[in-house]
């Protein structure tokens, strides 16, 4: 689908995403421990909130910069 070897952008693309899902990942994992107090779960959740609206931000940006590539703008 994506040749990461010609397209430095897809390779940076799914780099920060991989990245990205590790952040979530690591987040629902403390947020499993029983002993994180209140205060850690509120920013764990709202760390996951950013994380999930930036890996949103990057998708759309992907997708609009494939778009213009179809479209031969780019």
Known sequence: MFKLKKEPF???FFHDIKNKLGSVK??????KNPKIS???KEKLLN???F???KTIDI????????RFKQ????
């Open 10 to 12: 897809a390779h940076a």
């Open 26 to 31: 690591f987040s629902i994992s403390m947020l």
């Open 38 to 40: 209140e205060l850690q």
């Open 47 to 49: 760390s996951l909130l």
């Open 51 to 53: 994380t999930i609206e």
């Open 59 to 66: 998708f759309q940006d992907f997708i609009e910069t494939e």
């Open 71 to 74: 479209a031969k703008f780019l």
